[in-house]
């Protein structure tokens, strides 16, 4: 997902993604840990995406105090 889809969603449905991504990035530790996970990139790639969006989140919450 692109930086501007991101700031088009509300806080909540950014919450939402990240708690998706929280639970895929355990998934790929585990496959990882078990010497099953095809493409090792995968995991700071997910750990971007999570940052993005806690920023995005940031961004909103500066906005409203404003």
């Known amino acids: 997902m692109k930086v ?5 969603l509300s806080v909540q449905e ?3 993604e990240i708690t ?6 355990f998934e790929l530790r585990m496959a990882r840990a078990l010497h099953k996970l095809e ?3 995968q995991i700071p790639a997910v750990k971007h995406e999570i940052a993005q969006l806690k ?3 940031r961004e909103k919450e500066l906005a409203i105090s404003k």
């Open 55 to 57: 920023t995005v989140i």
């Open 20 to 25: 998706g991504l929280k639970k895929k990035l």
């Open 14 to 16: 950014l919450k939402d």
């Open 4 to 8: 501007k889809e991101m700031r088009d």
């Open 39 to 41: 493409n090792p990139m």
